[in-house]
């Protein structure tokens, strides 16, 4: 698919980890809470990962 720009995004590489870790610090993190009475639905296949 030669000429059509756009279609990879730009690579990004971190130089400055010292400050990515500071920023990455005030963010914060994610937390996700799960019900601890929640069922699994999902049927087992045998198989490892996705």
């Known amino acids: 698919m030669e000429g059509m720009s756009g ?5 990004y ?6 400050e990515y870790d500071k920023a990455r610090k005030r963010r914060r993190s994610l937390t996700i809470r799960l019900d601890p009475e929640m069922a699994w639905a999902a049927q087992p296949t045998g198989k490892r990962g996705r």
């Open 7 to 11: 279609l990879n995004p730009p690579a």
């Open 13 to 18: 590489k971190t130089l400055n980890w010292p």
